[in-house]
């Protein structure tokens, strides 16, 4: 895992729904935060993922998701 907590990362623009990311899908759910920056408030290392303070803490979101600022 590339980030650690406090990191400040944005949602790559190029992603694509319904596209598999590392271990994790990048759902259309998903797609209203392409673009952003945010920060990183949980690291999942056992389950290859990370949560961001923009979508209530509720996605997974992983390094190919991301781009470190």
Do not use: A, P
């Not at 949602?11 to 920056?37: A, H, N, P, Q, S």
Request: no cysteine; charged share 35%; aromatic share 14%.
């Amino acid at each position: 895992m590339k980030h650690k907590v406090g990191d400040t990362v944005t949602i790559r623009k190029d992603l694509k729904d319904g596209t598999i990311y590392g271990r994790w899908l990048m759902g259309w759910w998903m797609v209203e935060f392409i673009g952003y920056t945010t920060e990183i408030t949980e690291v999942n290392k056992e389950e290859q993922f990370y949560r961001l303070n923009i979508d209530e803490e509720v996605y997974r979101w992983t390094d190919e998701m991301l781009e470190s600022v």
